[in-house]
Nanobody, 126 residues
């Protein structure tokens, strides 16, 4: 059974940092593109960041570029970890953040991944 489980969300003041984690298990994610999307209240889900299967291509939305960093760790055979380091947080970053995985990097960027986590809430106070 494939599972993506996010953690690390919480309440932080503007200018602060958070590190989101996502544990992907249930199949091998070697070669899978991984990414993060977010959804703020009353808004559609939007792309935040993605990483190619090889890890060589990283993409960020304009709104987070220079502040967020995506990374992955596949050393554990049982699961693949994907992280989102978020610095210089702003109130407009407040949203539920979702981890996603797909064999296609394009689908991850389009928010149409095959696998999704349940989300973790990030709240940034002003």
């Amino acid at each position: 059974q494939v599972q993506l489980v996010e953690s690390g969300g919480g309440l932080v003041q503007a200018g602060g940092s958070l590190r989101l984690s996502c544990a992907a298990s249930g199949r091998t994610f070697s070669g899978y593109a991984l990414g993060w999307c977010r959804q703020a209240p009353g808004k559609e889900r939007e792309f935040v960041s993605s990483m190619s299967g090889s890890g060589g291509i990283k993409t960020y939305s304009d709104s987070v570029k220079g502040r967020f960093t995506i990374s992955r760790d596949s050393r554990d055979n049982a699961k693949t970890m994907v992280y989102l380091q978020m610095n210089s947080l702003k109130p407009e970053d407040t949203a539920v953040y979702f981890c996603a995985a797909d064999v296609s990097l394009v689908l991850v960027r389009l928010g149409r991944s095959e696998y999704w986590g349940q989300g973790t809430q990030v709240t940034v106070s002003s």
